[in-house]
């Protein structure tokens, strides 16, 4: 079974910090994904990464960038948190013209 | 216009149900598609694979019309435990996935 794990399932920050969501995999997957999720605007793409240290912008990379150190390991990064990200945010993995796997997901709030 | 268009719903209806759920696309490039299941407040599972001459599991078929950009995803005999959002996914060759917004379903007693 795949496994994705992110950090944490529900978290509270304050405007202006600096956020780090963690996801972690266990299948040695080059591909991985940081999507957020929204009512009425449903799944959009942030950033993914092809490979450790590689990078590319999704649909919405604004305000948000991306850490690929080590392969098992993407790390999305909120640089000044706005209330505006308030969020669930979703990470994936999966290899070319296979589905993604999700992780549980983490609800992010921005007070 | 979106990249990958869903009716949002949402669809009620009683157990036993069969009820068909349709998603087209715009990217003629896509090469993969798939459904997923999202349950309230979950991550989208995926539910099954969408190939051209179309895939059956159990009581869901999936069918997928290329040269209409469309694809189907149908329910037969439905079950109160098939209510969720259904998501229908179009992937390109370089690996990135669109998403529809999703289609509620709730199957009532």
């Known amino acids: 079974d795949v496994k994705v794990t992110q950090s944490s399932r529900y978290l509270v920050k304050r405007t202006g910090e600096k956020v780090f969501l963690e996801c972690v995999q266990d299948?040695?997957?080059?591909?991985m994904f940081w999507y957020r999720q929204d009512p009425g605007l449903g799944l959009r793409l942030i950033y993914f990464?092809?490979?450790?240290?590689?990078?590319e912008k999704g649909d919405i990379p604004e305000g948000y960038s991306v850490s690929r150190e080590k392969k098992e390991r993407f790390s999305l990064i909120l640089e000044s948190a706005s209330t505006n990200q308030t969020s669930m945010y979703l990470c994936?993995?999966?290899?070319?013209?296979?589905?993604?796997?999700f992780g549980d997901g983490t609800r992010l709030s921005i007070l | 216009r979106k990249e990958v268009e869903q009716d949002p719903g949402p669809f009620n209806v009683p157990e036993g149900a069969t009820v068909a759920f349709n998603c087209t696309y715009s990217?003629?490039?896509?090469?993969?598609f798939f459904w997923y299941r999202q349950d309230c407040r979950k991550e989208p599972k995926l539910l099954m694979s969408?190939?051209?001459s179309g895939n059956e599991d159990g009581r869901f078929t999936a069918q997928l019309n290329r040269a209409s950009q469309y694809i189907s995803l149908l329910i037969r005999d439905s079950k109160l435990s098939d209510s969720a959002t259904y998501l229908c996914?179009?992937?390109?060759?370089?690996?990135?996935?669109?998403f529809g917004d999703g289609t509620t379903l709730t199957v009532k007693p």
């Open positions: 996914v179009a992937r390109g060759d370089a690996g990135k996935s669109t």
């Open positions: 969408v190939y051209s």
């Open positions: 299948m040695d997957h080059e591909n």
């Open positions: 990464s092809y490979d450790v240290k590689m990078k």
């Open positions: 990217n003629s490039a896509s090469q993969s």
């Open positions: 994936a993995l999966g290899q070319i013209n296979q589905p993604q796997h």
